[in-house]
């Protein structure tokens, strides 16, 4: 490795980085830019963020290949200046509908930061040590999202939302000129595949064939995309609903640093556990620790019922779906005489698939509409007594 393995993980966690910039930095900001660029409506705001994301995403699909034929640093370069453009246009955006344009384009530039990072690193590792270089990358990575809000915080003590923009262009020059002087070509000749339509067509074929990497991958875009959905809705949800009001950054930074203490226990881990079994668990303790919360702290209780009634229905028969939803309204003991409140059409509807599809795999197939159903009915009907949802109780069985 041409340069010191301490400076390559960092120089890779500032390119990454750069994304984190830009979302967290603008949060503390939201609603001076909603009041300076006339948006009436407070959800709306949150399209700064979203914006940002879509053209991210989306130009991850273009720096790949555009990398995989001219190299790693060209195309990183073309991306940073994209990115500092870009975020120079939205200071000076003289309307909301320039600001989301400037910032669906400067999510372009910074895909090209996320997906050639990434890359360089595969360059250059292989195996668990990828893995191990992987997860120190994203904790340094993570030092962003602790400071950044308080960054955007202090910003708007003495300057307009304007300066988080030049702040942000700053940023990604100096790490502009750090890749220039010290980033070395890590993708030889030899592995530089041609830029055509078939090359591109064969190179996601051999992604989206490989059943382990598409599952990984599927499993990837929900977890960032309940952690995206966070933070676009993180301030106004704590500021305008809780009323934490200054405190939010250090309300985020202790979540960012929760986060970032994750991905050091993982470089520590994975070399032991294994990538494969360590993922996984992670992943199910997520998706454990979601529905926990979830039962909780959802305080429409009919909803919740919904939730219930959702999960049975994709696994297995009508009656387990009953038991299941008197458990959940009277306990684990559910004495039998006891009554479930559900309104009468989901009785019919899922009786109605149970005796029309009895075997289990076409059940399964009718549940996500059937359970769909239940909580656009269920949970509207919590929502707005007044819209006169009859409702009748079912024997459970």
Partial sequence: MPIPRWEFIALCAALMALNSLAIDIILPALQQIGASLGVENENHRQYVVT?????????????GPISDRF???????????????????????PSFATLLLCRAVQGVGAAATRVIAVSIVRDTFDGRRMAEVMSLIFMVFMAIPVVAPGIGQFIMLFATWHVIFVTMAAGALIVSAWSLLR?????HPEYRRPLTLSSVIGGFRIVLTNRIALCYAFASTFIFG????????????YVSVFNVGEMFPVIFAGVAGVLAFSNYLNSRLVGRIGMRRLSQSALLLFLAISLALAGRFHRNEDAAL??????????????????ELQ??????????????VVDPWVHADISWRHSRHADRPSLQRHGDAAGRRVLQRVGGGAADDSAGRARQTIPAA
């Avoid at 980033?183 to 993708?187: D, K």
């Avoid at 458990?327 to 479930?340: E, I, L, Q, T, V």
């Fill in 327 to 340: 458990r959940a309204r009277y306990g684990a003991a559910g004495a039998p005489g006891r009554h479930c």
């Fill in 306 to 323: 919904a939730l219930h009634c959702l999960l049975c229905l994709r696994h297995g028969p009508v009656r387990r779906a009953r038991r």
């Fill in 226 to 237: 309940a952690m995206f959905g966070f933070i676009a809705s993180a301030q106004q949800i």
């Fill in 71 to 93: 190299g790693r640093r060209a195309p990183l370069v073309a991306g940073l200046v994209i990115y500092v453009v870009a975020a120079g246009a939205a200071a000076i955006a």
């Fill in 51 to 63: 914006a940002y994301i879509l053209g991210f995403g989306g130009g991850q699909l273009f720096f």
């Fill in 183 to 187: 980033l070395p070509e890590t993708l």
